[in-house]
């Protein structure tokens, strides 16, 4: 049986899981986690230095562990994740699945406006050619629509805007 009260966020890097979860924690009585912080404090160590020390396989791997502890000790909570968590094979059995959706252009227009967009730039490995992103992004966009049971389009909405949707859309999940 799907945990459905849990929610998990899915969405491509930069798109804004973490804002958006952040400001829906302010507006609920959900508790928010985020699948990067848990794998940075289990490695203590960076996500950008776990690819650079171990690889990506390894950092699929940590993904692959921590989803399987979520599915089984984590309820009533708001779980925001990397872009390549959606991959792990019991996203499901995790919660109601909410993509945060958005064409790259606007994605990149929206991590370039932020004072400290270098440092968002530079923590993202996988966003360091653009080129590449904006393919991994094309690959990947199909399969978050397919998992998604519910989509926000987040382009040119607040960070509020996003959460009050989200609650709304949620609804008749949890
Ligand atoms: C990744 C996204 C990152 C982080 C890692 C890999 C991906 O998280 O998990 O760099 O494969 O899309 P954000 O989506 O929070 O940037």
Redesign the pocket.
Known sequence: MPNRKNIILI?????G??SVARELAKNSDYIAI???DL?ESMENKK??KV?KDEG?EY?RGL?KNLSLWLEKNVTNTLI??????YKVENLKKIGTIVLLDSPFKDILKRIKKHTNAKSKLA?????KDLEKAEE?YEQ?RPEYLALADVVIDVTDKSELECAKELLKKVKKYV
């Open positions: 969405g491509f890097m930069g798109v899981k973490g985020d699948t990067d794998i996500i950008k690819f990506e950092f993904e925001s994740t990397g872009g390549g968590f923590k993202r490995p996988l966003l991994l990947r």
